[in-house]
């Protein structure tokens, strides 16, 4: 009976030291992919909040360019200089930088590294940095530097009278985005950067300020730190030592990642996110390093958490879903004609007005062609509303698959269309007219087979509003229907 007692026991210990096994490995999965999961919300966190400090970056630059850039007589100026010979060059480089003064006090305020203008061909026509702008006396530097300082860069294409200048682009330094980051979201940032980035375009001078990372030795990190530490320099290194441990050689994949580490009781996230430089080349990393002590809480309530999470997900999935669903169709709903698929009258009003200000600006031309499908009215009356919307779908498909991708179209009213034609003479409209004409006239449309069109064409002049432009077409319109219909008529605008 002992015997049996104890074989027994023996069965019972060895099911219950398996079922504790299992259910002990399926914690340590459940714990392991739920702490996954953490982490990935944590590199989409600390990717979301780099790419918000970069947009209001991008604002402020935008602002700036917007500012000095659009200017007619900063433009002027980039132009003269685009097309005097080299030696009267450095004339309208002085003009510029005396145009420039007032930028000299935001780039310090905002932090700003350098501002360069490239011509179409390559070449700095114009540089100058922050430490220069610092300085009392107004400098440009060595405008044959090809390499630059590191930062993030912000381009900007400059137009003068719609020729091409080149291009204006404005660098934020990386300490200043760290700092920002810093200050808005706390916890400790460094900007890890690849050695071959350094050496193939930072200037000497800036590639002093780095120096080698614990974690990986072919990445650099910035060597100015701060006094105001989220995290105690100690741990700090502490961290770094694990993390070289840790990450092995994941830093070359360029792949953002997450990885918890334990120093001294507590725990913290480092979240590793890629950085790439104008041309989308990886150079390295922006590194976030948080205490978090969450992650310990894993290994005792990881069903709450998982749980909690998964709401919270969905929750945010929801969210996403219908926000964008009402937003497509609060957009179809304001800009689309829901029987044609093409824009409707107030989308082209909204156009229309946008390209009649290029006009008055740019002296460029602009047509306008206003038609009506002849007797549409006979139409539905003899083969019913349904056939007269196939019909109206139909010439929508005629005339979109016969105009250029530049063209705007749409349905002005019952059978009525119009088409803005940008860059396009009144000799262009008058053809272009003539061909829609002429495709819906060839066209068979089932059960009714003909149907024609009539045309009313006119030019845009810097003088005109949408409604003056508008009438003219409209009694261009009228006149052809006058004239029997199924052709094309045009009013030029008064001399």
Same mark, same amino acid.
């Given at each position: 009976?002992?015997?049996?007692?104890?074989?027994?026991?023996?069965?019972?210990?060895?099911?219950?030291?398996?079922?504790?096994?299992?259910?002990?490995?399926?914690?340590?999965?459940? @714990?392991?992919? $739920?702490?996954? &999961?953490? &982490?990935?919300?944590?590199?989409?966190?600390?990717?979301?909040?780099?790419?918000?400090?970069?947009?209001?970056?991008?604002? =402020?630059?935008?602002?700036?360019?917007?500012?000095?850039?659009?200017?007619?007589?900063?433009?002027?100026?980039?132009? @003269?200089?685009? /097309?005097?010979?080299?030696? %009267?060059?450095?004339?309208?480089?002085?003009?510029?930088?005396?145009?420039? *003064?007032?930028?000299?006090?935001?780039?310090?305020?905002?932090?700003?590294?350098?501002?360069?203008?490239?011509?179409?061909?390559?070449?700095?026509?114009?540089?100058?940095?922050?430490?220069?702008?610092?300085? $009392?006396?107004?400098?440009?530097?060595?405008?044959?530097?090809?390499? =630059?300082?590191?930062?993030? *860069?912000?381009?900007?294409?400059?137009? +003068?009278?719609?020729?091409?200048?080149?291009?204006?682009?404005?660098?934020?330094?990386?300490?200043?985005? @760290? !700092?920002?980051?810093?200050?808005?979201?706390?916890?400790?940032?460094?900007?890890?950067?690849?050695?071959?980035?350094?050496?193939?375009?930072?200037?000497?001078?800036?590639?002093?300020?780095?120096?080698?990372?614990?974690?990986?030795?072919?990445?650099?990190?910035?060597?100015?730190?701060?006094?105001?530490?989220?995290?105690?320099?100690?741990?700090?290194?502490?961290? $770094?030592?694990?993390?070289?441990?840790?990450?092995?050689?994941?830093?070359?994949?360029?792949?953002?990642?997450?990885?918890?580490?334990?120093?001294?009781?507590?725990?913290?996230?480092?979240?590793?996110?890629?950085?790439?430089?104008?041309?989308?080349?990886?150079?390295?990393?922006?590194?976030?390093?948080?205490?978090?002590?969450?992650?310990?809480?894993?290994?005792?309530? +990881?069903?709450?958490?998982?749980?909690?999470?998964?709401?919270? &997900?969905?929750?945010?999935?929801?969210?996403?879903?219908?926000?964008?669903?009402?937003?497509? *169709?609060?957009?179809?709903?304001?800009?689309? !004609?829901?029987?044609?698929?093409?824009?409707?009258?107030? *989308?082209?009003?909204?156009?229309?007005?946008?390209?009649? /200000?290029?006009?008055?600006?740019?002296?460029?031309?602009?047509?306008?062609?206003?038609?009506?499908?002849?007797?549409?009215?006979?139409?539905?009356?003899?083969?019913?509303?349904?056939?007269?919307?196939?019909?109206?779908?139909?010439?929508?498909?005629?005339?979109?698959?016969?105009?250029?991708?530049?063209?705007? +179209?749409?349905?002005?009213?019952?059978?009525?269309?119009?088409?803005?034609?940008?860059?396009? !003479?009144?000799?262009?409209?008058?053809?272009?007219?003539?061909?829609?004409?002429?495709?819906?006239?060839?066209?068979? +449309?089932?059960?009714?087979?003909?149907?024609?069109?009539?045309?009313?064409?006119?030019?845009?002049?810097? %003088?005109?509003?949408?409604?003056? =432009? =508008?009438?003219?077409?409209?009694?261009?319109?009228?006149?052809?229907?006058? @004239?029997?219909?199924?052709?094309?008529?045009?009013?030029?605008?008064?001399?």
């Amino acid at each position: 009976m002992e015997a049996k007692i104890k074989k027994s026991t023996v069965i019972y210990i060895s099911i219950f030291l398996f079922l504790s096994i299992m259910i002990w490995s399926l914690f340590e999965l459940k @714990k392991n992919q $739920n702490k996954q &999961l953490y &982490l990935n919300q944590k590199i989409v966190k600390a990717a979301a909040e780099f790419t918000a400090t970069l947009n209001g970056y991008k604002m =402020v630059i935008d602002f700036i360019e917007h500012r000095y850039f659009t200017d007619p007589e900063v433009l002027k100026i980039i132009y @003269k200089g685009l /097309k005097s010979p080299e030696k %009267e060059k450095d004339r309208y480089r002085e003009m510029l930088l005396a145009k420039l *003064k007032p930028l000299y006090k935001e780039m310090r305020k905002y932090r700003i590294n350098y501002l360069r203008i490239i011509f179409p061909d390559g070449t700095i026509f114009f540089q100058f940095n922050r430490k220069s702008a610092n300085k $009392n006396r107004l400098k440009m530097t060595d405008r044959d530097q090809k390499k =630059v300082t590191g930062g993030f *860069k912000f381009p900007a294409e400059l137009y +003068f009278n719609n020729q091409f200048l080149g291009t204006v682009e404005i660098a934020v330094s990386y300490d200043a985005v @760290k !700092d920002q980051l810093r200050k808005i979201f706390k916890g400790e940032y460094r900007f890890l950067i690849h050695k071959n980035f350094l050496l193939n375009k930072l200037v000497r001078e800036e590639r002093k300020s780095y120096i080698q990372s614990e974690i990986d030795p072919d990445f650099y990190y910035e060597s100015k730190l701060n006094r105001d530490y989220q995290i105690d320099p100690e741990i700090f290194s502490q961290i $770094n030592m694990k993390l070289k441990e840790k990450i092995n050689s994941r830093l070359p994949r360029y792949k953002n990642f997450a990885v918890d580490i334990k120093v001294n009781g507590n725990y913290y996230v480092v979240s590793f996110i890629v950085i790439s430089d104008i041309k989308g080349e990886n150079i390295g990393y922006l590194v976030y390093y948080e205490k978090d002590n969450t992650i310990f809480l894993f290994a005792e309530t +990881f069903l709450m958490m998982y749980g909690s999470v998964e709401i919270a &997900l969905l929750a945010m999935l929801w969210l996403l879903i219908s926000l964008t669903t009402k937003s497509e *169709k609060f957009r179809t709903l304001s800009e689309i !004609d829901t029987l044609t698929g093409i824009y409707n009258k107030g *989308k082209f009003n909204r156009v229309l007005d946008d390209e009649l /200000k290029k006009v008055r600006r740019y002296k460029r031309p602009l047509g306008l062609i206003l038609f009506d499908i002849d007797h549409f009215k006979q139409i539905n009356d003899t083969f019913g509303h349904q056939v007269g919307d196939y019909v109206l779908k139909e010439i929508a498909k005629i005339v979109k698959s016969n105009i250029r991708n530049t063209d705007i +179209f749409a349905r002005w009213g019952g059978e009525e269309f119009v088409i803005l034609a940008p860059e396009t !003479d009144i000799n262009g409209l008058k053809m272009l007219a003539e061909k829609l004409r002429k495709a819906i006239e060839d066209h068979q +449309f089932d059960k009714v087979k003909k149907v024609t069109a009539s045309f009313g064409v006119t030019e845009a002049t810097p %003088e005109d509003t949408t409604d003056t =432009v =508008v009438r003219r077409a409209d009694e261009a319109l009228y006149l052809a229907k006058d @004239k029997g219909r199924n052709r094309v008529e045009i009013i030029l605008p008064e001399v």
